[in-house]
């Protein structure tokens, strides 16, 4: 089994912010390669107070089992890297602070991480549906950012460009609270349900279709079936100047080679696995 920390800024249950990555923890918790060492909490899609009270309820609320840190993040990845050294794959959906913490800790943090993949970043302005989005996760610290990028671990990006492929509709939703029914109590299942139709409600103000961009999610989804997603490889520039706004600069040649993959292959595989997965994390 692969040995997993989840990095994330969940917001799951806070009015009008992202899911996906709730969404991605019940992935984790319920993929049967993998295991969950625990989740350590940044901010992003909210501040580190509301992470920490929205990741609480959540756990709460839907009866999960698993650890969280919303203090001395950077010392418990420090100390689990160093009791696995090579061992421990890191997914990062937020601001990266947490792991540049963690390499000013140990100088060596990053040479003792198996692989770290991360979701944000864009190479181009990011459209959705014709809309403007800005970019989020790299940008909220870049300069975190910049060391996570330059560190020369092992890194793979799910960037903006192509997580926006990663959609969930409203079918699809309606298939995973089917099988997950009999699985939580009346009040969590209502809970649970009420906020994906509200956040694809708001999707579909804010970009005209019914459903919602399953970003973070493609991070787990790798880590179980990286086949399902196109394999380009890209030379990060040594000298990363526009991450204030996440944008990255990608170079001909460089000493520092990246997995980026440019597409997800098959979306209905992708969400049949993510269904699969998450109606496992809400039954163990």
Known sequence: MKKVIFDCDNTFGLSNHDIDDGLTL??????????????????????????????????????????????????????Q???????????????????????????????????????????????????????????????ATEKVLLSQAKLTIMNGHMTAQAFF???????????ISGYLSVQSFNWFKATLESWIQWNEKQFNFKGFCNWDMTTAVYLEQPELFSAENYYLAAKQPELMVGKMRIVDTSAYL???????????????????????????
């Open 169 to 179: 509709s409203k079918n699809d939703l309606e298939i995973f609270l089917t099988k």
């Open 81 to 143: 890297v160093n009791q696995y050294p090579g061992e421990i794959t890191l997914l990062a959906t937020g601001a990266l602070t947490n792991l540049a913490q963690a390499q000013t800790i140990d100088p060596a943090f990053f040479s003792k991480v198996k692989e770290i993949v991360l979701m944000g970043g864009v190479v181009k302005p990011l459209v959705v549906n014709q809309t403007l989005v800005e970019e989020l996760n790299f940008s909220s610290d870049a300069l």
């Open 258 to 284: 990246i997995k980026m993959p440019d597409q997800l292959t098959n979306i209905i595989e992708f969400n049949q696995l993510v269904i699969d997965r998450m109606t496992k994390g809400l039954s163990r």
């Open 26 to 79: 019940l992935y984790l918790l319920g993929a049967p390669t993998l295991e969950l060492l625990g989740v350590t909490l940044t901010f992003g899609n909210s501040d580190l107070t509301d992470v920490e009270k929205i990741t609480q309820d959540f756990r709460q609320k839907l009866n999960l089992t698993f650890d969280y840190y919303a203090r001395n993040q950077a010392q418990f990845l420090v100390d």
